[in-house]
């Protein structure tokens, strides 16, 4: 696997991280139609904030994010925008499922956990891996 850095005027970078963002409670929330849903959300927002998403891949209470961040951009910020601007879009397309789960709850109150990956991990990754979890 070939390391792709990204250049910048003033740096250049390969800063990848291991995103999970879980529902609340661990309460079974999403379906198929809403994960790909989220996919294309996420990578908008990614695109905004002139990150990449390398893959997304989740099950029914968590979703994985692997992504490629500028270093000029605060991790903490971009997680933030990702589960606020998530969070909010998916109150606006499925609020009809969602308050059969949340019972009119303001929002799915996404938490997140992120985890750096080194070059050598990365090259180690084989991503379904990476993303299989047993939780």
């Known amino acids: 696997m070939k390391t792709n850095y990204f ?3 003033r740096a250049t970078f390969n800063l990848t991280v291991h995103i999970v963002l879980v529902t609340k409670y661990h309460r079974k ?7 790909e849903f989220l996919r294309i959300a996420f990578q908008n927002i990614a695109e905004k904030w002139k990150a990449k998403v390398i893959e997304i891949n989740g099950e029914s209470d968590h979703i994985h994010i692997l992504l490629t961040y500028p270093p000029h951009k605060l991790l903490s910020s971009l997680i933030a925008n990702l589960k606020s601007t ?4 998916m109150w606006d397309n499925f609020s009809d499922h969602l308050k059969e789960i949340y019972l009119n709850f303001p929002c799915i109150n996404i938490l997140a956990m ?8 990365l090259k180690q990754c084989n991503t379904n891996k990476l993303l299989d979890t047993k939780s």
């Open 114 to 121: 992120a985890q750096s990956l080194t070059e050598p991990e």
């Open 29 to 35: 929330v999403f379906q198929k139609k809403h994960l």
């Open 7 to 9: 250049k910048t005027r």
């Open 86 to 89: 998530s969070c909010q879009l």
